[in-house]
């Protein structure tokens, strides 16, 4: 099965593009032209990367015509709540139209599966208007139109909405912040003060879950996913700031400083992930396991980085 993987280079895509080419899928690597130059030496697992800018309606069907897809997992899109204040519009494009684009690309590829990552941030189909900021928007919307596509015109597509995901790769989220910020804080320059790290507060519950773990889901939701379903993707442990912190203080090599805040900002309420569960899929990897692994890579990259070693 030839498999188009959108966002190939990002925290996600690289873990897919392995975890799709173990189980003996032809892998076809997407990557956007500001990353291309990084990524020349390829992404482990694809047997090709193409290069395209998603937003771009006619090189979107260009590419689903020359790829020639049997399934489609599309990962690539703006994630960042604060750029999408500043560039909503941007984050449409980005979010919502590039969706649009392959899902009318792929209607040219009868019988192609495609796999649309949305967000756990996204609210109701018909709650736009009550969004919280523009990238719930966007991600909202982005949902919608997925199954909107798979009720119009009977495309098979499923959606997969993870948690907040973590472990190595270079995740910009909390935890992956707070790898880099402690490998660093292992091993200050000399002379060189150690900033505290700022959690809002100690109390504050998410549930994490691996990207590894979440790689195996979208396997799994691909190739055995009912299409127009949305599956929720959880640990299925809510694990508080406090948790988050003394996991790093456990795996890093040297104490932490933190500055600790008193928000009482709500969590969210936990999803139900038993639609993923029923499937075969399970999360395996241990939350500690998950933490320790994000701080070793960020260790090694500061090494390569100290040795001025070229693709750090």
């Known amino acids: 099965m030839r498999v188009l993987v959108t966002g190939a280079s990002g925290f996600s895509g690289r873990h897919v593009c392995r975890t799709l080419a173990a189980a003996g899928c032809d892998v076809a690597a997407v990557v956007s032209p500001r990353s291309a130059g990084k990524d020349a030496g390829g992404i482990e697992g694809a047997s090709v990367a193409h290069v395209c800018d998603l937003t771009d309606r006619k090189a979107v069907h260009a590419l689903c015509r020359s790829a ?24 449409l494009a980005a979010n919502l139209m590039s969706t649009a684009f392959l899902l009318e690309g792929a209607r040219s590829r009868p019988g192609c599966r495609i796999l649309v990552v949305g967000s756990m941030l996204r609210g109701a189909e018909d709650g ?17 139109a997925a199954l909107a596509w798979h009720r119009w015109y009977g495309l098979s597509v499923v959606v997969a909405e993870p948690s907040n995901l973590i472990g190595p790769g270079g995740s910009l989220g909390l935890c992956g912040k707070i790898a880099v910020w402690a490998a660093g804080a292992e091993r200050p320059a000399p002379g060189a003060r150690v900033e505290p790290f700022q959690l809002s507060s100690l109390e504050e519950r998410r549930d994490f879950l691996d990207v590894r773990d979440a790689a195996d889901a979208y396997v799994t939701l691909l190739l055995k996913g009912e299409p127009g379903t949305a599956y929720a993707l959880e640990s299925g442990a809510l694990r508080t700031l406090r948790d988050v912190k003394e996991a790093f203080d456990l795996a890093a090599a040297a104490p932490l400083p933190w500055r600790i805040g008193q928000s009482s900002a709500p969590s969210p309420a936990p999803r139900d992930a038993s639609a993923a569960w029923a499937l075969g899929w399970q999360p395996r990897i241990p939350f500690e396991r998950s933490i320790a692994d994000a701080l070793e890579e960020q260790r090694e990259r500061r090494c390569r980085e100290e040795k001025g070693e070229v693709g750090t």
């Open 68 to 91: 020639a897809p049997d399934a489609i997992v599309h990962l690539a899109g703006q994630n960042a709540v604060n750029e999408s204040w500043k560039a909503p519009d941007a984050t």
């Open 128 to 144: 736009l208007s009550d969004s919280l900021h523009p990238y719930g928007f966007s991600k909202t919307a982005q949902v919608a």
